[in-house]
């Protein structure tokens, strides 16, 4: 089974500062997604930004950055001249190449500090 | 438009009560996956309905089932309530084909069990 690990449960940075989000996965599959989602006190599920595992150039979208590792099976989140409104709890999920099933991390709570 | 809608937002049952929970999925969406996020965790697979048929299942008891009717709108359904079933039950829609769409998630159901 596919298994998703974050393992920094809590994270603050001040503002307009960069900060990593780590993430690991397992998984035996060779053809999958991996996203990261952004979750804040309102409860909606965001997508912040996705990988294809094929792809071997690291998925970016605007201040957000990825680093895909596959061989470490490591997908960490980059967030550059972070705000205010980035406070939130962040997940990192994994997708099976066309399975629907999304296998969801613990969670990482950023605290962005002005 | 619209985005995946769902309700209703709050809602507080009893153990052994049975709960019916709503998700209308964003327009031309066919393919609805439900969650659940116990307070603290990352989201679980419940199920996953395309077409109005049921294509994957979670590791969740004969107690959780649910339906897609025609226009695509979803119901999960809850009997013999527990006390662990207490959490935020998310709906995401789906919709381009192929493996590298998007999933997108509705505000969430808070559901209490006492």
């Known amino acids: 089974a596919q298994t998703v690990t974050q393992s920094q449960p809590e994270m603050s940075v001040q503002e307009a500062e960069t900060v990593t989000l780590s993430c690991t996965y397992d998984?035996?599959?060779?053809?999958?997604?991996l996203f990261w989602y952004k979750q804040p006190p309102s409860r909606q599920m965001i997508l912040v930004i996705r990988?294809?595992?094929?792809?071997?150039q690291n998925a970016t979208e605007n201040r957000f950055s990825v680093n895909f590792q596959k061989a470490a099976k490591s997908f960490s989140l980059k967030i550059s001249d972070s705000q205010l409104g980035d406070t939130a709890m962040y997940f990192c999920?994994?997708?099976?190449?066309?399975?629907?099933?999304?296998?969801f991390g613990q969670g990482t709570r950023l605290t962005i500090n002005p | 438009d619209a985005g995946v809608t769902q309700s209703p937002t709050h809602l507080i049952k009893t153990r052994g009560q049975h709960v019916t929970l709503r998700c209308s999925p964003i327009?031309?969406?066919?393919?609805v996956s439900w969650y659940q996020q116990v307070l603290g965790q990352g989201p679980q697979f419940i199920f996953q309905?395309?077409?109005?048929?049921?294509?994957g299942r979670g590791n969740f008891p004969d107690r959780f089932s649910a339906r897609q009717f025609p226009n695509y709108s979803s119901e999960l359904n809850v009997n013999a309530l527990l006390l662990g079933d207490s959490a935020l039950y998310l709906c995401?829609?789906?919709?381009?084909?192929?493996?590298?769409?998007?999933?997108?998630f509705g505000p969430g159901t808070r559901l209490t069990v006492l």
């Open positions: 990988q294809e595992a094929y792809k071997q």
């Open positions: 309905y395309y077409e109005k048929e049921e294509r």
């Open positions: 995401a829609s789906r919709g381009l084909a192929g493996p590298t769409d998007t999933q997108y």
């Open positions: 999920a994994f997708r099976m190449g066309r399975a629907q099933k999304l296998v």
């Open positions: 998984t035996s599959e060779s053809n999958y997604y």
């Open positions: 327009s031309g969406h066919k393919s």
